[in-house]
């Protein structure tokens, strides 16, 4: 029973319910209700007399255990998710400068659209895993705005294409 309470009571932080159900004091609700943070974030780094404030009451070894470990995990998925939001915004530059390079080099375009989708696809699972990653929504942004410059280019060749039959 206490495991069932344990495991409910970490599911409600993780999906970071902003009712301060379980508070009993000031602090521990200043805890759930940080404004731009959700509770993902609040576990990571939060210490055990916080969370034991928060639940209002001593926790068993079992679940001191069970909190250390989801902080453990928590704490190297933001890592993760850090990572990915830096290499979303380095793919979304490395494909805007290929794009540049690509209007004097034939064929260096294509890396530029592999780049700039590498960079969408993995800044939004860095934006999935944290939405306040900046980088990632960079990256994201940089990827598309990509994808749109080459489209407008390939239909301005289609367009170009088009005319020299008449």
Same mark, same amino acid.
């Given at each position: 029973?206490?495991?069932?309470? /344990?495991?409910?009571?970490? +599911?409600?932080?993780?999906?970071?319910? =902003?009712?301060?159900?379980?508070?009993?004091?000031?602090?521990?609700?200043?805890?759930?209700?940080?404004?731009?943070?959700?509770?993902?974030?609040? &576990?990571?780094?939060? !210490?055990? !007399?916080?969370?034991?404030?928060?639940? %209002?009451?001593?926790?068993?070894?079992?679940? !001191?255990?069970?909190?250390?470990?989801?902080?453990?995990?928590? =704490?190297?998925?933001?890592?993760? /998710?850090?990572?990915? %939001?830096?290499?979303?915004?380095?793919? #979304?530059?490395? %494909?805007?400068?290929? $794009?540049?390079? #690509?209007?004097?080099?034939?064929?260096? &375009?294509?890396?530029?659209?592999? +780049?700039?989708?590498? +960079?969408?696809?993995?800044?939004?699972?860095?934006?999935? =895993? *944290? %939405? *306040?990653?900046?980088?990632?929504?960079?990256?994201? $942004?940089?990827?598309?705005?990509?994808?749109?410059?080459?489209?407008?280019?390939?239909?301005?060749?289609?367009?170009?294409?088009?005319?020299?039959?008449?």
């Amino acid at each position: 029973m206490k495991l069932l309470l /344990a495991i409910l009571l970490f +599911a409600g932080i993780f999906l970071s319910l =902003k009712m301060p159900a379980f508070a009993y004091s000031k602090h521990a609700a200043d805890i759930i209700t940080k404004p731009n943070d959700g509770g993902y974030k609040n &576990i990571a780094t939060m !210490k055990l !007399k916080e969370f034991q404030k928060l639940v %209002g009451r001593k926790l068993t070894l079992k679940e !001191k255990i069970s909190f250390f470990v989801l902080k453990h995990k928590m =704490k190297h998925q933001q890592q993760d /998710a850090d990572q990915q %939001g830096q290499t979303a915004f380095i793919l #979304g530059l490395v %494909g805007l400068g290929l $794009l540049v390079i #690509g209007l004097f080099v034939p064929y260096v &375009i294509l890396g530029s659209l592999v +780049a700039a989708i590498l +960079a969408i696809v993995l800044g939004s699972t860095a934006t999935k =895993k *944290d %939405g *306040d990653n900046k980088k990632a929504r960079a990256g994201k $942004l940089l990827g598309w705005i990509t994808l749109g410059i080459i489209t407008l280019l390939l239909i301005l060749a289609a367009i170009l294409i088009a005319s020299w039959g008449y």
